[in-house]
């Protein structure tokens, strides 16, 4: 199993002329710990149900290319870009600049956004939950048809695009990968089985993930998609501070299910202590897990 580190707190003792160290140091760690992957979240308020909207929160994409220049191996995308945000062919060169900088790492992860009060408070448009799932929709179309050889228009309910140019490409081929992140068994996994390379979900427990795995396997048969060739990633916790053995076993038993990798939050004061525990002590044991 390979290991991610999502990047989500932002509140420094140090304020915010400290972030610019701990997210840079952090990431550089991470490289070279053999970490496989970094996300940041995509909200301009910090969650209230983890901290409060006052709390900092810096700009995912920006956030992304500053550990692109830092890091030479690290795959990087947000976890997960919230389509209401932007445009969708701007989001799509948003994500080839990440990929071509980056030297071909960038993964566009991409839900139906939540968040009603920074919407509001920003003048974002919010719509209803329906709206949501199908501009997500049209979204991930958008974004794979920019990456195609095909630069005509485009005609959705919600996008018009009367040229989907994107030059340069990507540097992957055939364009990044696309995670859509979220474990809604109707909509979300549907989504999943019909466009994405990879899913995203909280690991409130092995028997709930094995149940929506069984259900996002369900929806590729529908769709006459590989379910096997889809990455099931999840979000999990651990404290590499103490013993790691608990955290170890319970992935042994995500791994039976068939995830291939557990995302896990670095603690402020000192991200970067936090994974260089994670290298020292998850890493390879964890690598081991299949």
């Not at 018009?160 to 992957?172: F, Y």
Request: some cysteine.
């Amino acid at each position: 199993m390979k290991l991610g580190i999502h990047f989500m707190n932002f509140t420094h003792p140090g304020g915010g002329a400290a972030l610019r160290a701990a997210v840079g140091d952090t990431a550089v760690v991470a490289d070279e710990a053999g970490i496989t992957r970094f996300t940041a979240m995509d909200h301009y308020f910090q969650m209230e149900n983890f901290q409060t909207a006052h709390d900092p929160m810096l700009e995912g994409y920006s956030v992304l290319n500053f550990v692109a220049a830092k890091t030479e191996r690290l795959e990087l995308g947000l976890l997960v870009t919230g389509v209401t945000y932007r445009y969708p062919g701007l989001l799509a060169k948003i994500v080839t600049t990440l990929d071509v900088l980056s030297g071909g790492r960038a993964i566009l992860g991409i839900g139906a956004a939540w968040y009603e009060r920074e919407h509001r408070a920003l003048g974002v448009p919010y719509p209803p939950v329906a709206e949501r799932f199908e501009r997500l929709e049209e979204a991930v179309q958008i974004c794979q048809q920019m990456w195609s050889d095909n630069d005509g228009p485009y005609e959705g309910k919600h996008y018009q695009l009367a040229e989907t140019i994107c030059e340069p490409r990507p540097l992957q081929s055939p364009r990044p990968p696309i995670l859509i992140g979220g474990g809604g068994e109707k909509k979300t996994l549907r989504l999943v089985a019909k466009y994405a390379d990879a899913s995203n979900l909280f690991s409130t427990s092995i028997e709930d993930v094995g149940r929506k795995l069984d259900v996002l396997r369900a929806h590729c048969d529908a769709e006459g998609r590989d379910y096997d060739a889809i990455e099931k990633t999840i979000i999990g916790r651990v404290d590499p501070s103490g013993d790691v053995s608990g955290f170890l076993r319970e992935m042994e038993e995500y791994a039976k299910l068939g995830v291939d990798l557990v995302e896990v939050a670095p603690a402020m004061p000192d991200p970067a202590r936090f994974v260089t525990q994670l290298g020292e002590k998850v890493v390879r044991p964890l690598a081991e897990i299949s």
